[in-house]
């Protein structure tokens, strides 16, 4: 009998799976498009094609649903990051400009209508505070691998996460205006900057 439940168990368990990331991709793109005010655990729910109850039955919360979205999709950025480099340190320039690609897609305006939300929600603002927290150093940690960067070095860390914050900066300008040629010309010459910061 042991034999059959394990059968019958791994399927379940697959389609749960399965029922749990469509969840969290639906809450992501909901919170980019719609925002907060607009992404409740039934528009996530019908998005994913799933019934209020599942969803419920994964995600409890309303911010349960969306902090544990952006964590996932903050790990499949990372992932996706080290695969477009996977010896590790790479070429810098090709490395800044990734990086600042992390914050012009659906993810960053997802995370960026969290993070407006959190400032007035209370049962949102620690949960949120901690996961920035905790993506914002494994991005940092990710970046120093890429760009072979010694932090012992004087100033090399503050370099690192200068370029991070103005990753986040221009990630910020690109949701009101497709400023890619601007963009770009930044990139080279942080690139250039950062190359000369770091030998």
Request: proline fraction near 3%; charged fraction near 25%; charge should be negative.
């Amino acid at each position: 009998m042991g034999g059959v439940n394990t059968v019958e168990r791994g399927p379940k368990q697959d389609r749960s799976r399965a029922t749990r990331q469509r969840l969290l991709e639906a809450a992501v793109a909901c919170l980019a498009e719609h925002g907060w005010a607009g992404s409740t655990v039934s528009v996530v729910a019908e998005h994913a094609g799933v019934s209020r109850g599942a969803a419920q039955h994964h995600f409890p919360t309303r911010e349960d649903l969306f902090t544990a979205a952006v964590e996932y999709v903050a790990e499949e950025r990372s992932t996706a990051l080290r695969a477009l480099f996977p010896e590790g340190t790479a070429d810098r320039r090709a490395v800044v400009a990734a990086l600042v690609d992390l914050y012009t897609g659906p993810l960053f305006r997802a995370a960026l209508h969290l993070w407006v939300a959190a400032c007035d929600e209370d049962r949102l603002r620690p949960r949120v505070t901690e996961l920035e927290a905790r993506v914002g150093r494994e991005t940092h940690r990710i970046a120093v691998e890429l760009l072979g960067a010694d932090e012992s070095r004087p100033g090399v860390r503050e370099t690192v996460q200068g370029l991070l914050d103005l990753a986040r900066g221009l990630g910020l300008a690109h949701l009101l205006t497709d400023d890619g040629a601007r963009r770009e010309r930044v990139v080279a010459q942080w690139a250039t900057l950062v190359a000369e910061a770091l030998d």
